[in-house]
């Protein structure tokens, strides 16, 4: 297939044509929902694919990318808790089918889950200014992401070492990896065993009323995962940056980032590659398409053995269809299976802007033109095989659209 400038045209005029289509509106609020074509997607806005969906919004309607934010951080409750999936429809504690043989009720709130996801709401908002220099919406917005992100640093760096902990898959966003097996002790790496298990937890966290100190108490599931602490660093760096623009004092921000920074190259590289850290500070032993997060961080390092030997490798993260989320030489890898090794958008994008950040333009641009083709070929979906690009999960997924700076990155090349 040819990088032809109609193509692109298409794939990213498809970006705008799903972001609009799955857009919901009241007279209150307006954001977007992942897909409409699964009932449990359409019935709620989700934190970091609404943040996605508002990164790419910003180029294309920034005042709806701003009712994204606005949407999700009124939501934001007393505890400065932004929760990962909001209710608009109030059905947060109708439990699901694969999970009604063990609990009764699901959330605490019709309205909201207990969990949360990766903090990438900083550079969500960051891109609506980059394209709109509205310093009247960041002024608005700032005072609840420092609220949000301070947060964090107090309730989830429990050992008070700069880096943050998730209780539950769902926070990490790579719901049934591979990276949770030992803490969900599976065998087999079935959807059915892993919801079991996912259902589980939320039992027993139900018996303590979500207190987070009493779930740490638990030790059930506590796992520091690298991307996640990639994230934070990186958002809290955005975040001070934009303190900074408006006069607003931005030194706890800055100082997390340099700490949890620091903690990701000091405890989280084993000499080859980047991976999870549990409470015993012991480093996980599955790769995962986590390890290339760190590109995104101004920290010097030298990432070629890291690339060379894993990104490029077709035994491990190579396809021709983009980068799987765990290694294709995992005993328990599945293309098919849900988070079991497949193709993800939003994985795939950050690693792109990783390679840019670290001045590896010619993979960067490979990269993308395995994910333009791929949208390109088969559409719009949740999650794909990474051998034959078959589309998985839901259709019509809306943070697919994060192709379309993929696409603006190869046009402004020039790239053919």
Known sequence: MIMDHKTLTKVQQDSVNVLQKNQISNPELTFTVASLTNPIYANMQAFWDSCFHAYILASIEPEIAKKEIIALVTNMNED????????FTGKGKFVPDNYKSILDSFWSSSYQSDLLQPPILA???????????????????????????????????????GLLSIIHSWESGWDNSQRWDSLYNIKKGQRQEIDKQKAYLIKEYQKVDWKIEEIFDLGLFVIKPVDFNVLYAWNMEILSDMCEHVNLNNSFFKEQAHKTTQAIFKKMFDGEAFYDLDLDNNLSEVHSAAMFFPMLLNHQFNYTD??????????????????????????????????????????????????????????????????????????FWEYFNPQTGKGLGAGNYSWDSLVYSMVSYLKKSKVE
């Not at 400065?80 to 209710?87: D, Q, S």
């Not at 490029?312 to 079991?340: A, M």
Request: proline share 4%.
């Open 123 to 161: 550079l969500a908002v960051n891109r609506i200014f980059e394209k709109t220099q509205d310093e009247e919406f960041l002024i608005q917005i700032l005072p609840k992401l420092q609220k949000y992100y301070r947060y964090l640093s107090e309730t989830r760096d429990h050992d008070k070492d």
């Open 80 to 87: 400065v808790f932004i929760p990962h999936m909001i209710y």
């Open 306 to 379: 890291i690339i060379n030997n894993y990104l490029k490798n077709d035994q491990h993260f190579s396809s021709p269809n983009g980068v799987p989320s765990t290694s294709l030489s995992h005993p328990l890898h599945s293309s098919n299976e849900y988070w079991r090794g497949n193709i993800w958008i939003q994985i795939n994008w950050l690693i792109f802007r990783g390679l840019l950040f670290q001045k590896r333009s010619e993979l960067a641009t490979d990269l993308a033109k395995r994910i333009i083709r791929l949208l390109y070929n088969n559409g």
